[in-house]
């Protein structure tokens, strides 16, 4: 773990919506070591500040990968950055996802919104490894068609079943309408063999992962990625404490057995 901005230029950048920006970014001297499925870096924009941002990709020569939508001074200022300007980067932070307690499970993963980018690497490393696990269901869902991500990619990710839903349809859309958990009913997976990964707006994740457990799903094995004002990244300052949890440093990603009172209680 580096607690020290390190350098990176910015090699590529790729607008995946109107506020929404992918990201690749390469150390000018050493990396940081590995990010697990899951973790995040802190991101520094000289002058401005930093903001924690889930890695979304990693290559080889320690270049990672962010998508950062453009919601504050920091964001907006990383997200308007051109090809070759520096951004500061520190971490590997937090918790990822379990991929080892998922083998020889089915997988579902739902993702809502920009919360697909840090269920990224984890469909990454599943569709490299196969048959490691059982069944893989990806469900997406978004604002309207013009707020998904990574839209090239989401065709390979639809096996053995995929599917993407929008609130709010748009500009000739002819797919599905609706929220994320309907299309629960269509995903192939058995909930005494399945581990889940959720990932989105608190709202979406509390429904989804409430509706898992009555379908039978154990708690235990439905993990969620929890991101609530992370500022310094190593459970000193506060801000980011739920409960008896300080998710920059016991999460983001956590067990729905451990959260589920603690996300009922209401402005906690």
């Known amino acids: 773990m580096t607690l020290v ?5 910015l090699m590529s950048r790729h607008r995946e919506t109107a506020d929404t920006v992918t990201f ?4 000018l001297s050493g990396g940081l070591g590995p990010f697990a499925p899951g ?9 401005i500040g930093e903001i924690p941002v ?5 290559a080889g020569g320690g270049r990672l990968t962010h998508t950062v939508r453009a919601v504050g001074a920091v964001s907006r200022k990383l997200c308007d950055l051109p090809t070759g300007a520096s951004v500061g980067v520190r971490g590997p932070f937090g918790t990822g996802w379990n991929l080892r307690a998922a083998r020889g499970h089915d997988l579902l993963v739902v993702a809502g ?10 469909i990454d490393s599943v569709l490299a490894e196969p048959a490691a696990y059982g069944r893989l269901n990806v469900l997406v869902g978004a604002r309207t068609p013009g707020d998904l991500l990574y839209r090239t990619e989401l065709p390979a990710w639809r096996r053995p ?6 609130d709010r349809p748009a500009g000739g859309w002819t797919g599905r309408v ?10 192939l997976f058995t909930p005494e063999n399945t581990t889940a990964f959720i990932c989105g707006p608190e709202v979406m994740m509390r429904a989804t992962a409430r509706e898992l457990v009555h379908r039978g799903l154990p708690a235990g094995r439905v993990q969620l990625s929890l991101e609530r004002n992370m500022r310094c990244a190593t459970g000193h300052c506060g801000h ?25 209680v209401r402005e906690l």
């Open 161 to 166: 079943f995929g599917a993407v839903t929008v």
């Open 24 to 27: 690749e970014l390469e150390p």
């Open 240 to 264: 980011c404490q739920l409960g008896p949890l300080l998710l920059c440093r016991d999460g983001p990603v956590v067990l729905y057995d451990r959260t589920e009172p603690l996300l009922t």
């Open 5 to 9: 901005p390190l350098p990176h230029r």
């Open 178 to 187: 609706g929220v994320v958990t309907a299309l629960l009913d269509e995903a």
């Open 54 to 58: 889930s890695v979304c990709r990693t």
């Open 113 to 122: 919104g920009i919360g697909l980018a840090p269920l990224r690497p984890l």
């Open 39 to 47: 973790q995040y870096a802190m991101l520094y924009a000289f002058g």
